[in-house]
């Protein structure tokens, strides 16, 4: 069962010893016979597993030739396909390797088969079928599933974006998958372990400000062409220069460099944030005005900026975080930085919540 989808427990094989006389067809013995896995129970299968699929395409990828190890090229197509497996959907990438990536093509809303898809779970969950994979349009099979799932995509169509996907989020985009959406608490249990097999992992959470550190660090000065902190030159002057870059200007960049505290309700975590994704959070207040304030040191400075950032608390966000170990004299941390700040969409968090509850319910029967 490693190699095929097939749920017998034995197989026949053939060798050159083997005898094979042809004879006529028996139409009782069913072709292409499906053993479909919801997408909801794929998680809980594990890697290598091999898997039947039908879903509705809500997206296609160009196709694309891929050099191997080996030095061969071969091509590769990738697919988005969603199923009704949850309350509000689910959705994977389906990558087709080989002849098949080329010999058909399929388009967004068509209804399609596939046998024999091999679960990845690299960087979250991913289905991938070569050669001896079988594709089709289901609708011409006449199944019950096909008839659901078009029903189901008439109204999930106009918000396909929203529904969750088993395969890692984009992180370039900040979009969140059901992979990596979690509560405050679990990412301080599980840290450490999920960097021990992934260095880049990403988490999502929802969650609201507590505090805003107060800190005359808050904004640094950039360099306008590398954004690297600049030191400042001549006090007189104004100037400010980049060691990096090996230049000075009186025009420097005020950049944000934040420390937060975020909490859920599970759990409360220390998130350091740079540049213009502190912008959400500190009120879209530009930095330049927030310099200001501590540049005017005084007790009516001061007593501002303590209600200027008091203000900014108890704000609910939606932030991608990325932990990282530091270590210092021997002593090793866990630090966290923030970005891709949104405002808070309290219908959507639920919708994640909600759809991450279900992957706990048993199996229909």
Not at 153 to 161: C, G
Not at 265 to 280: H, V
Not at 311 to 319: A, G, M, Q, Y
Request: hydrophobic share 30%; aromatic share 8%; proline share 3%.
């Amino acid at each position: 069962q490693k190699f095929t989808s097939i749920k017998n427990d034995y197989c026949l094989t053939f060798s050159h010893l083997s005898e094979i006389t042809q004879t006529e067809d028996d139409t009782n013995i069913s072709k292409n016979v499906f053993h479909f896995t919801k997408l909801s129970e794929v998680s809980n299968i594990g890697a290598g597993k091999i898997i039947d699929l039908i879903g509705v395409v809500t997206s296609v990828g160009d196709v694309n030739s891929i050099s191997l190890k080996d030095g061969r090229q071969k091509d590769k197509i990738d697919y988005e396909i969603a199923d009704n497996s949850i309350d509000g959907g689910m959705r994977v990438t389906v990558s087709i390797w080989g002849t098949k990536a080329t010999s058909k093509k399929f388009s967004v809303g068509q209804i399609i088969a596939i046998k024999d898809l091999k679960i990845s779970t690299f960087k979250g969950v991913s289905l991938n079928g070569g050669d001896n994979s079988f594709l089709c349009d289901a609708t011409q099979l006449k199944l019950k599933e096909s008839s659901e799932l078009q029903s189901w995509y008439r109204t999930a169509k106009d918000h396909v974006n929203d529904i969750n996907s088993l395969t890692e989020g984009n992180q370039a985009s900040g979009t969140p998958s059901l992979r990596n959406v979690r509560l405050i608490k679990e990412i301080e249990e599980n840290s450490n372990d999920d960097l021990a097999t992934d260095p880049t992992v990403r988490y999502y959470i929802n969650a609201r400000v507590e505090l805003v550190r107060n800190d005359s660090k808050m904004v640094y000065m950039a360099c306008p062409s590398c954004k690297k902190k600049m030191t400042e030159e001549d006090t007189s002057a104004s100037t400010y220069r980049c060691e990096k870059c090996g230049m000075s200007t009186s025009n420097p960049v005020p950049t944000y460099i934040i420390t937060v505290k975020f909490t859920d309700g599970t759990g409360s975590i220390w998130t350091r944030i740079y540049g213009d994704n502190a912008l959400p959070i500190m009120g879209n207040t530009k930095p330049e005005e927030v310099h200001k304030m501590f540049a005017n040191d005084s007790e009516e400075s001061n007593v501002e900026i303590r209600n200027f950032l008091n203000s900014l608390n108890f704000k609910e966000f939606s932030v991608m975080v990325k932990p990282s170990i530091n270590s210092y004299n021997g002593q090793e941390s866990l630090n966290y930085h923030g970005s891709n700040v949104k405002t808070y969409k309290p219908e959507k968090s639920n919708h994640f919540l909600l759809q991450r509850l279900s992957l706990f319910e048993a199996p229909k029967a």
